[in-house]
Structures are given as structure tokens and as C-alpha cells.
């Protein structure tokens, strides 16, 4: 009993180890084809050109990303993580408005601090994917109206809602991006989308209250 106990343990160490490898492959794989996107573009970057800059074999790379937009979605998925699932618990305990203000702030933040970086791929997202359809970030924003839908004006529909702020966030970023200074303040602007979807959608603050 007491050696298969030791042999299961040896199975779990091993299997975990194999699994902190591959996803430390997967990570140097996505790292090496963001670096590429960003100095030679999208679109001239190739699956041959990634697995060489994160030497791995060109089996390897398809084995994590089946195809280039992969690292597109990735790359998006990653920004939403940090964005809706690492605010502090004084958010969440606060108004509609201050959740949604809270996610736009730190969205803004993110590619404020790699605005080379989201000029990229932004740039090669709007092409590559479809942005108005069903994309996940109207989800994400639609879980946090459903939860919050006692503070919505009575037959306002969250995913409509969701869809709204997703599709004015796409069309703000698509605007800040490009060469040289940034037109406008992002953080400024992605607050006033959400004024401006919520004076419309949410009961005013004596409403909620009642």
C-alpha cells in the first residue's frame, strides 16, 4: 500500500512537472509570436519565422496555436483575464458604474502601457477577426450586467448592453491606436462610454436603492 502510494506520488510530480514544462513552451511560443507582430507586423510574420525565434520545431507551435489568429485570441483573452478577474473585492462592493469604470480603467491601462504592442495587434485583430460577432469580450461584460441586473432599468437586456460597451470599447482603441502621440486621453475616453451606455441602461442611484 505504502509503495503504490510513493509510485502515485512519483506519477503526480512527474505528470506536473511535463505540464509546468508545456506550458512554459506555450508561454515562450506566444512571447516569441507577440515580439514578432510587433517589429515585422501580423502579416509577415510566419508560423516558420515563430517556431524559429522560440526555438521549437514547427510541429510544436501548431501543436499550441492550430493557427496564426490563435495568438490573436490569446493575446485578447489575457488582456480580459487581467482586466475582469483581478479587481479588488472593494469593486465588486461597489455601484454598477464602478465595477464597469473599474474594468475600462484598467483595460486602458494595459495598453497604455504597450501602446506599441496594441497597435499591433489591434491593427491585425480588427482584420483577422470578427469584433462585432459574439466576440468573448461582450460575454465578459454581459456576466457583470447579469449579475448586476437589479441595478438596470426595468426591460433592458445585459447582453445588449454588453455588446454596446464591447463594440464602443473596439471602436475607441481602434481610434487611440497608431504612430506618434495618442489622439486623446484613453482612460478619459473609455470612462465617458461608460457614462454614457449607463445614463441610458442603469436606474439612477436613488432607484437602485429602493
Do not use: C
Amino acid at each position: 500500500m505504502t509503495a503504490n502510494r510513493a509510485d502515485l506520488g512519483e506519477d503526480s510530480s512527474r505528470e506536473t512537472a511535463r505540464a509546468r514544462r508545456r506550458g512554459q513552451r506555450r508561454d515562450r511560443v506566444f512571447d516569441a509570436a507577440v515580439e514578432l507582430f510587433v517589429e515585422q507586423g501580423y502579416e509577415a510574420t510566419t508560423m516558420d519565422d515563430i517556431a524559429s525565434r522560440a526555438d521549437v520545431a514547427r510541429t510544436s507551435v501548431f501543436n499550441y496555436f492550430a493557427r496564426k489568429s490563435a495568438f490573436l485570441d490569446e493575446w485578447s483573452a489575457r488582456r480580459r483575464a487581467r482586466a475582469f478577474h483581478a479587481l479588488p473585492p472593494t469593486v465588486a462592493a461597489g455601484s454598477l458604474r464602478d465595477e464597469l469604470s473599474a474594468i475600462m480603467q484598467e483595460l486602458a491601462a494595459i495598453s497604455g502601457a504597450s501602446r506599441r504592442e496594441t497597435t499591433a495587434l489591434i491593427g491585425a485583430a480588427v482584420v483577422a477577426l470578427d469584433l462585432l460577432d459574439d466576440h468573448p469580450l461582450s460575454h465578459e461584460f454581459t456576466s457583470v450586467l447579469r449579475r448586476r441586473r437589479a441595478e438596470l432599468r426595468p426591460g433592458v437586456e445585459p447582453s445588449l448592453v454588453g455588446m454596446t460597451i464591447a463594440t464602443g470599447y473596439f471602436a475607441i482603441l481602434r481610434a487611440w491606436i497608431g504612430p506618434g502621440r495618442p489622439p486623446f486621453d484613453l482612460r478619459e475616453r473609455l470612462g465617458d462610454l461608460v457614462d454614457l451606455v449607463l445614463d441610458g441602461a442603469a436606474l439612477s442611484p436613488s432607484s437602485a436603492r429602493t
